[in-house]
């Protein structure tokens, strides 16, 4: 199945202690208007994304890239940025 | 009203158990269990199904939690606590005060009435997946400060005038097994938003899960 990259603008909307963030998309992303942003498993984000997370808060504006394969599927972020400083990769 | 009466719920209700079922013996039994005399035979269970709860009888929070939930249908509204099921007899759950933890579902017998519903669709290593993710939550999270947030503005939100810690405490629970499934399948529940308060009355009326029917086996005094 093909995979888009998608430009996006969104919030954070949740961080967990352990890792652990949803972001909301300004425009969705095929059928999803958030996704996940995780340190502990590689199924949504980069893996190596643990001082990224932990340097979010909700409320804070991001954008960036993410790739989707399905309109169900959680896009998965490949770059993010918080006022033009790139986090990830 | 979000869902509704129409497919049955197999609940593991203590008082009205149907037929037995004849299993090998369980191992270890608490004495107030082998008091009672009857156990659910928890290894028709598998790593990461989520499990419901409510109470066999009265109880003032659990009104106020169902309440609260009364944009569901009674069906849906009356289950007031989720956890995830580990394995033998083991779950991991959130509660105030002591966050993500793991217990026993012995603990619940007789004063609970439970149900164990699965996602059918996932492979055995997306459900033990679902079920490390949520263990790995133990202690990090939920915390009795991020209950009383939740539930206060879950007051002033999207349920009614009932808002309260207890719903702040339901939120949390329910958030365990939706984080670790939304995670572990890159996709959320049917009828569930990430960013939503999500309840265990979401976690009933949801299409994304099946209902397993667990028999209850009579244990020797």
Redesign the interface.
Known sequence: MATNRVQFDGTV??I???G?G?I?FDKPIGAN????I?S??G??TPADTAFVISTLRPGIRVHGIATTSSQ???PKIVELYVSNKKLIP | MLGGWGVPQFEINPYRRGLLISAPPLSKIPKHIREFGFVPDFRSCLPGDLVLFRSSTFSLSSHFISSAQNQFANEHARWTHAAVFLYDDLVVEAVPWKGVRTRSLYKDIPRRIMRVRRDKALSSIKRH?IAL?AQ??MG??YSLKAALSIGWDSSRGILDGFGSPQIGRVIICSRVFH?AY???K???LEGC???DPITPAHLSATAGLEDIKIGWIRVPA
């Open positions: 909307d949740r967990e202690t352990d652990f949803v909301r208007t958030c996704t996940i995780s502990s498993t199924s949504v169900h599927d959680l | 997946r993710r790995s939550m990090s999270r984080d939304a995670e572990i890159n996709s959320p938003v990430l960013t």
